[in-house]
């Protein structure tokens, strides 16, 4: 079965930190842009990060500096490193991938997507 599988959603504090990982199964990521998308409550869905095959990264701005996107080829899997959490940090998280044949990645046109986590950040 291809699927992307996510771990590492819950609640945090403000100012904390939390790491999002997304595992590719039935397939491998060595050919695939990687983005990381988000859906706060009552808002819609909105791309925040992505990253190339040869591990160029692009961030909007609400997120620029706190978080990083990361993949390890080796075990499959794309991680979101998210620091400093805020909460309009809060919303459903989704990783999503598009197979590519360069070094470039956008929020935009990805194919197969994760089911999503719930990421809430709350004292």
């Known amino acids: 079965q291809l699927q992307l599988v996510h771990s590492g959603g819950g609640l945090v504090q403000p100012g904390g930190s939390l790491r999002l990982s997304c595992a590719a199964s039935g397939f491998t990521l060595d050919n695939y842009a990687i983005g990381w998308f988000r859906q706060p409550p009552g808002e819609e869905r909105e791309g925040i990060s992505c990253i190339s095959t040869v591990g160029t990264a692009n961030y909007v701005d609400s997120v620029k500096g706190r978080f990083t996107i990361s993949r390890d080829n080796f075990k499959n899997t794309a991680y979101l490193q998210m620091n400093s959490l805020k909460p309009e940090d809060t919303a459903v998280y989704y990783c999503?991938?598009?197979?590519?044949?360069?070094?470039?990645?956008?929020?935009?046109?990805?194919?197969?997507w994760g089911q999503g986590t719930q990421v809430t950040v709350s004292s």
């Open positions: 999503a991938t598009v197979p590519v044949t360069d070094g470039y990645c956008s929020i935009v046109e990805y194919d197969m």
